[in-house]
């Protein structure tokens, strides 16, 4: 039997009531392997999720759906690899 993560959706619910996602540009600081990239993507405009673990960022754009707006980057949170860019929101769930 697989391990199930946040079954009740606790993560996702406390998200959507801080933040509203629809049409934003989010930056996911420590996205891992995307498990909670996809309860907000589909929303957001556009989604870059970064991450240090390069086994972790090999799953999640495995298991990235091919219709959400996502990309990946091994990238610390000090060291942003965006330039310019700028987000709506940021998130950093989970992440040291």
């Known amino acids: 039997m697989p ?14 009531r801080f933040a509203d996602f ?32 390069a086994d972790d960022l090999r799953l999640a754009t495995i298991d990235r759906p091919s219709d959400l707006p996502v990309s990946f980057a091994r990238a610390d949170s000090i060291h942003l690899p965006f330039g310019k860019e700028k987000f709506d929101i940021a998130i950093l769930a989970w992440s040291l």
């Open 22 to 53: 629809d049409g934003k540009r989010m930056l996911e600081i420590g996205c891992g392997d995307g498990r909670l990239t996809w309860q907000y993507a589909k929303s957001a405009k556009f989604v870059s999720g970064i991450d240090l673990e």
């Open 3 to 16: 391990l199930l993560k946040d079954p009740e959706r606790t993560e996702t619910k406390a998200l959507h």
